[in-house]
């Protein structure tokens, strides 16, 4: 008893702290409900007895920020700061626009909101565990941090010039994923570039990095001259990144950019703008972000099916300058815009040896919600995210949210579940981005995307009927409560609600399946890790007997570490065929996800490439976008993340193993990676 008083009152000193570092939060949790968590586990994916620490590995390293003491957050304070966010922002709009606020409705509400995510029954997405209740966001007012992903067209360069290059370097650099077209190909003539003696400081920000790309390309684009760029301002390496995180790189991956944009464009005058010069500017900017960021990008190029130099991008037989360390092309996933009996034939074997390009059916998206919902409220939308699951108009992004159905063992607690998750997502959009032309679509939409994951897991264990049961009835609960609160918060209905995304990292944390797919392997497996050299979870991870070896990728920087893990019990994804995995998709599309559905279809190339031509005919009209990926039966390459081991051999590397000293770790003020775009690994292509 005296030690639980002890833990109490420390508690107590620690909430008079707390009351301090958010103090920006309009509304909080009461401490003594959220020290009744403090004691407790949480929902851990992959936990057995404490030894195996994949859940809470994602949650260390992914999303538990650095507090004000210099420690590292907990679950459960990490939570608070998320659920204190979310009901600051509707307590904000409600009090900004006179609207009723009734407080202790506010706290039952938001207490049952963090029991069910503490409990593994919803969560934000990575991105909102990261950045949710962060002066970033709340302070602020402003969301890009929280926004996933977003789409941005080029069909109007020939008077936006490089506006949107320079937007998707913009929110790049948020770690925001973007997708983008070639629609303005053959619409600018190239100039000559003209050297000047004026010379320009870059300023040491995220706006100066973007101002220079912006003022180069618009050197070549209207003949003006390229001032001198003077890199001076700009912070050394390893300086730290204030607000956002991170640590600097230093001046030299825009220098990088300057140089490679200057090779691609100079010497060519009174040439067009090619639909590969589009896409190589914007795959350049993505490789300088992920160099001068530390952080990965996600980009889709969205094309004509009969481009056929757009369909050669990957080709690195007819463009190796676009492979290998000194590339860029590896920087974007490759789709086209296609319309339901459009000829495809000639794509096939394409897909079939490398699985691109992506099949993207503009006119099912513009004409439908779910599949049998006509309606044409996305009749704007030009395109999707980097990883499929939302349709968009240019300059939208996409605010997501992630449930999990087999945390639940009946429809109705579910139904509960999706209240919460719902107001996450439409709280969200209370706030504006930092991008005028992205709040004018983002106001008058309000997309959200309620998604599911664990989808497979769940068919497996409780059959089709059932989940097409569940996601029928769960999809006219969300639209129930959205006409509710969005007659109380006084704005409009979302066009859209739900959606599939691929989830990641925050599957792990749960321990669930992601998205609508199957996993790599079930039962007995190893998961390969992969974490900076100097990271402190290195040291004490191999002291608690685990295998950690130099990643063989960066052996000067990475090490990669093995940890055994007990999957669920059910078929991995190459156990299941081809026909099977684009089928479930195409029956969340129908029954669930009014947006899209998030689908890569792993195939076996020698025994199934043959079925591709059939598998996109058959499923035309049933699905808004799908994409393929070669997966042959091979051995295991070195260090990959899931490793095949025989039950002998996974029960000795468990036998080896003891616990994490948590405590240690914890008590380090190391930075999350945090997550970008929809996911931290599922469509992660840099």
């Avoid at 870059?202 to 390229?226: H, P, Q």
Wanted: aromatic fraction near 10%; include cysteine.
């Amino acid at each position: 008893m005296a030690k639980n008083w002890a833990l109490t009152r420390e508690r107590a000193n620690d909430s008079r702290e707390r009351d301090d570092e958010f103090s920006y939060l309009s509304f909080r949790l009461r401490d003594q409900f959220v020290n009744d968590y403090i004691i407790q586990v949480p929902a851990w994916g992959f936990d057995m007895g404490g030894f195996n620490t994949l859940g809470e590995w994602a949650w260390f390293t992914k999303y538990s920020r650095v507090k004000a003491d210099g420690t590292k957050e907990r679950f459960y304070e990490g939570l608070r700061r998320v659920i204190e966010g979310m009901y600051s922002i509707q307590k904000d709009h409600a009090l900004a626009n006179r609207l009723p606020w009734d407080e202790d409705r506010a706290h039952r509400s938001a207490e049952e909101a963090y029991e069910r995510a503490f409990r593994g029954k919803w969560s934000p997405p990575g991105r909102g565990f990261w950045m949710m209740g962060t002066p970033f966001v709340n302070q602020r007012q402003d969301s890009s941090a929280l926004q996933n992903c977003g789409f941005l067209s080029t069909k109007f360069i020939a008077t936006e010039l490089a506006k949107p290059f320079a937007l998707l370097m913009n929110m790049s650099m948020l770690g925001v994923g973007v997708g983008f077209d070639t629609l303005g190909a053959g619409t600018i003539t190239l100039h000559n570039s003209k050297g000047g003696h004026i010379s320009w400081a870059i300023a040491d920000s995220r706006e100066g990095w973007c101002r220079s790309v912006e003022t180069m390309l618009n050197g070549y684009f209207t003949g003006k001259i390229i001032p001198e760029f003077d890199y001076s301002k700009i912070r050394p390496e390893g300086s730290p990144i204030n607000g956002f995180g991170g640590t600097s790189a230093g001046p030299e991956p825009l220098k990088k950019l300057h140089r490679m944009l200057t090779g691609l464009l100079d010497n060519r005058e009174g040439q067009t703008l090619t639909s590969s010069d589009i896409v190589d500017i914007m795959n350049m900017i993505g490789k300088c972000v992920v160099a001068a960021n530390v952080r990965s990008s996600a980009e889709i190029a969205l094309g004509d099916p009969n481009d056929q130099e757009f369909l050669q991008l990957k080709d690195w037989k007819v463009n190796p300058e676009r492979m290998g360390a000194d590339g860029w092309g590896y920087t974007s996933n490759n789709s086209v815009v296609v319309e339901q009996g459009d000829d495809l034939s000639h794509l096939v074997p394409g897909i079939s040896l490398n699985g691109e390009p992506g099949i993207y059916w503009m006119d099912v998206v513009r004409t439908h919600g779910r599949i049998g919902d006509y309606n044409a409220k996305d009749h704007r939308a030009m395109g999707v995210n980097p990883c499929g699951e939302q349709p968009l108009e240019n300059h939208e992004l996409c605010t997501l949210v992630e449930t999990y159905p087999t945390k639940h063992e009946t429809l109705e607690d579910y139904s509960r579940t999706l209240k919460f998750a719902y107001l996450y997502g439409k709280s969200v959009t209370l706030l504006a981005t930092q991008w005028p032309e992205t709040n004018e679509v983002m106001i008058r939409n309000r997309r959200i995307g309620t998604s599911m994951t664990g989808i497979a897991q769940f068919a497996e264990q409780r059959g089709w009927q059932e989940l097409k049961r569940w996601q029928n009835e769960g999809y006219q609960v969300i639209r129930d409560w959205d006409e509710v609160y969005s007659e109380w918060l006084g704005v409009r209905e979302s066009i859209r609600v739900t959606t599939v995304k691929p989830s990641g990292t925050v599957s792990l944390l749960f321990g669930v399946t992601p998205g609508c797919h199957w996993p790599k392997e079930s039962g007995y497996y190893v998961r390969t890790v992969r974490e900076n050299v100097t990271n402190p979870i290195v040291a004490v991870m191999r002291s608690a007997g685990y295998r950690v070896e130099p990643n063989k990728m960066n052996p000067q920087h990475g090490v990669v570490i093995y940890l055994p893990v007990v999957g669920p019990d059910m078929r991995a994804e190459r156990d299941v065929s081809v026909w099977e995995k684009v089928a479930l998709a195409a029956h969340c599309q129908r029954y669930w996800s009014d947006n899209s559905v998030s689908v890569t279809a792993t195939f076996n190339p020698e025994r199934e490439g043959e079925q591709i031509g059939p598998v996109i005919r058959a499923f035309t009209g049933q699905l808004k976008a799908l994409s393929f990926l070669p997966d042959p039966d091979e051995e295991v390459y070195a260090q990959d993340p899931y490793i095949r081991v025989s039950q002998a051999d996974w029960e000795a590397m468990y036998d080896a193993v003891r616990p994490i000293d948590w405590d240690a770790l914890y008590g380090t003020s190391l930075e999350p990676e945090g997550e970008r775009y929809c996911s931290n690994d599922s469509c992660e292509v840099l």
